[in-house]
Structure formats: structure tokens, C-alpha cells
């Protein structure tokens, strides 16, 4: 994904800050679509942006999309949890 869709996974956030269910389901979108270097940048902005109410919402969010490596290369799915 381009750097546009990180700006606009913002913005929406952004947005729909005002409801906690609906911020935590959008981030959840966002986390689907962009790149490793991508999902830290918006974990450092998230962290810089919102209270710290939210951060219960972001640190469940961003440790259920955690990266792993496979083959050398970065892979964008999900950490499956047993």
C-alpha cells in the first residue's frame, strides 16, 4: 500500500475517535492493509495522538497483528493465537 492509505487510516481514526467499539474496529481495518514499516509509524502516531485511555484498545490491536518473518520476507497475516 502507498503512503496515501497510511494518511487516510488516520484521518479515519481521527474520525471515529469518539467511540471506542467503532476506533478499535476501524484499527483493525488499518493494521489489514498496511506494510510493516507502515503499522509502526501508525503505532508511534497512535501512541503520540490519542490519551491513554486508548492504549489498552491499541496495545490488544497492534500485538494480535504482530508480524513474523517467513522466508526472509515480512508477512502481513495475523499471528494465529492457540
Do not use: H
Not at 487516510?8 to 483493525?28: A, G, M, P, Q
Amino acid at each position: 500500500m502507498s503512503n496515501s492509505y497510511l494518511q487516510y487510516s488516520k484521518c479515519i481514526l481521527l474520525k471515529v475517535s469518539f467511540d471506542v467499539t467503532l476506533f478499535e474496529k476501524e484499527l483493525r481495518k488499518c493494521l489489514k492493509l498496511l506494510l510493516t514499516e507502515e503499522i509502526r509509524e501508525l503505532k508511534r502516531w497512535c501512541r503520540a495522538t490519542f490519551p491513554k485511555s486508548f492504549r489498552r484498545i491499541m496495545g490488544r490491536c497492534f500485538r494480535y497483528f504482530k508480524r513474523f518473518k517467513t522466508g526472509g520476507k515480512t508477512s502481513n497475516a495475523p499471528v494465529a493465537l492457540a
